[in-house]
């Protein structure tokens, strides 16, 4: 089996190998730097292959590097399956699937949208996005392929903009929750942390409008991408704003430990995203004890009643504010009751999911 892409913001493939290297061997190839970075990973070798774990082979590298160590992998390893994460990727998606369709190897071919297909998704660029599922379907890319949804709604969606194809309709892979949590210290200013790209899909410019409304003195840390030059100045503008009740920091791409601890050291996570697939950086926050303050526009529903954090539609800004009010004005017991409701949501999860028997059905069938 092989995935296509695994940037730090899109971790299911991580999961998902860790998950089956028991039972499946498994090559990823995938990019040696995260979406917009000139440079390549620190831990990483660049153009070569490195163990994962035992059964797990990973590639890293450049476009062209992986498109060209796809096809000796396809001719030499003979995957059963060929598992690609992404839609509208050149080397991690129509690369691999024009290779597949004209030579004509023989292998099962899954394909994970990753919420591309979504309509708030589909806004961008539509007419270049749609253009290219037209051409796909009139080349015959997608014959044969199969699909993955993680939700009945992604699957519609794929059913809408690809047409009648088959479906596998298998949860995402998040990671391990914690045991249990540590004693924290509370202080009086609240720490913020958004994690995700900066860009308009994800509404980050929204998180200023909320703090300005909430009144309240905190630290705001923004880790993730600038993809986009004029809506991180956007957001720049909307920083300097608040500047006065608001210290915000944009980090960028953080590593992996370095991730971790912002956000396991936070007092919640901010996220009023247009729409999440999936969305690994809210389940994370859950999974390290973090309650978090998200748009309605994700899975993750009723948090307020599991005392894991709050969701409202974007266009309530006001109720974004009084949670976060209501948080900074929370003595210790009852933000630590908020961590372990966070943390127990996140358990509750996983428990329910069944991923081991869900994904080895995936990658079993023929």
């Not at 379907?137 to 047409?163: P, Q, Y």
């Not at 500047?243 to 601890?261: A, D, H, I």
Request: aromatic letters at 10%.
């Amino acid at each position: 089996m092989g995935t296509a892409s695994c940037s730090r913001e899109n971790r299911t493939p991580r999961h998902l190998a860790a998950l089956l290297a028991g039972s499946l061997s498994i090559r990823v190839l995938t990019s040696d730097r995260d979406l917009g970075d000139s440079a390549p990973f620190n831990s990483v070798r660049s153009g070569s292959w490195q163990e994962l774990t035992s059964g797990v082979g990973v590639f890293y590298g450049r476009g062209i590097q992986r498109g060209l160590e796809f096809v000796r992998s396809l001719r030499g390893w003979r995957p059963a399956v060929v598992y690609l994460n992404s839609m509208f990727s050149f080397w991690g998606t129509i690369w691999p699937l024009l290779w597949l369709r004209f030579c004509r190897r023989e292998c099962r071919v899954v394909l994970a949208p990753r919420g591309m297909l979504k309509s708030s998704a589909m806004a961008f660029r539509r007419t270049k996005k749609s253009a290219f599922i037209l051409l796909a379907r009139m080349c015959g890319l997608f014959r044969g392929v199969e699909f993955h949804a993680t939700s009945a709604e992604e699957a519609a969606e794929i059913r809408k903009e690809i047409g009648d194809v088959r479906i596998h309709l298998v949860a995402n892979v998040p990671q391990t929750p914690l045991r249990s949590l540590e004693d924290r210290e509370f202080t009086g200013r609240l720490r913020l942390v958004a994690v995700g790209r900066v860009h308009p899909i994800k509404n980050t410019h929204l998180i200023f409008e909320m703090l300005s409304h909430a009144g309240v003195a905190c630290d705001l840390f923004i880790v993730g991408p600038e993809e986009d030059a004029v809506y991180s100045e956007v957001c720049r503008q909307a920083a300097r704003a608040v500047q006065g009740l608001v210290s915000t920091v944009f980090c960028g791409t953080l590593s992996g430990g370095e991730l971790e601890q912002m956000v396991g050291g936070a007092d919640l996570m901010i996220s009023p995203t247009s729409g999440e697939n999936f969305g690994h950086a809210i389940f994370e926050a859950l999974a390290s004890g973090t309650p978090v303050l998200i748009s309605d526009r994700t899975i993750w529903r009723d948090l307020a009643a599991s005392n894991a954090g709050w969701e409202f539609a974007t266009d309530r800004i006001q109720d974004f504010a009084g949670a976060i009010r209501s948080l900074s004005e929370m003595g210790p017991s009852a933000r630590q009751t908020l961590r372990q409701g966070a943390l127990n949501f996140a358990n509750s999860y996983v428990a329910k999911a069944g991923y081991v028997e869900a994904y080895g059905e995936l990658f079993g069938k023929s």
